[in-house]
């Protein structure tokens, strides 16, 4: 995968997840998989991320894995050294954006304006996350900025239900939506896997 365009192609719900502990990384791999889930975005907000990264490009390949919450170079540095097929940043800074870039790896920038927007269009970034979503404004948004940004396609994330999923998905410049419900925090402590395959397949009927 080199395109940022094919994240949208991997299924309707990326899992962004928050690892405590690399060993829980292979299973909740597998059982978001039996549940119809080819994608994961390790967030690198633990110090356990990485490794969970690596683990899980080793050990499950039909799964995408890549990491989330990348907000410095070095941790986009890091991640791909780590066997991340994509990075993902709530944000778009120049210095973010540029080591990112150096990866060659595909990466979505996160926005939440119109000029945030433009801006990563002008550097020819076309498919984006939209952080935080809910609190950002919504579907409605989305829809609104649709018109006079036509060639922009969106991974909306922050606040997403299984409920609101649907109204996101439905938009014509949303490729895919984000969200934390389907590895609740409980469930990975307890190493409810089947729970968290059951939420996977529901989420990966959504579209
Ligand atoms: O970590 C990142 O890169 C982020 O930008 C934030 C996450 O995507 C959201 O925190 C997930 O949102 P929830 O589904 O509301 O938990």
């Not at 950002?136 to 018109?147: D, E, F, N, T």
């Amino acid at each position: 995968m080199n395109n940022p365009q094919e994240l949208f192609d991997l299924g309707p719900v990326v899992p962004v997840v928050v690892l405590d502990e690399a060993a829980h990384a292979v299973p909740l791999a597998r059982a978001l998989l039996r549940g119809g889930i080819r994608v994961i975005e390790v967030t690198l907000r633990t110090p356990a991320a990485l490794a969970a990264i690596e683990r899980i490009g080793a050990e499950v390949p039909d799964v995408v894995v890549g990491a989330g919450t990348v907000t410095t170079g070095e941790q986009a540095e890091q991640a791909a050294k780590s066997g991340a097929k994509f990075l993902i940043s709530p944000g778009a800074t120049d210095r973010v954006l540029d080591a990112m870039e150096q990866t060659g790896l595909p990466f979505l920038p996160g926005v939440a304006t119109v000029s945030e927007a433009m801006r990563a269009a002008e550097r020819g970034l076309t498919a984006l996350k939209f952080f935080p979503a809910e609190a950002a404004g919504g579907v409605p948004y989305l829809r609104s900025i649709a018109g006079p940004l036509p060639g922009l396609r969106f991974c909306p994330t922050g606040g997403i239900t299984p409920a609101r999923a649907g109204a996101y998905l439905s938009l014509p410049n949303v490729g895919c939506v984000g969200g934390s419900w389907l590895t609740p925090a409980d469930a990975l402590a307890e190493g409810d896997w089947s729970r968290i395959e059951a939420l996977a397949r529901d989420a990966a009927a959504l579209r």
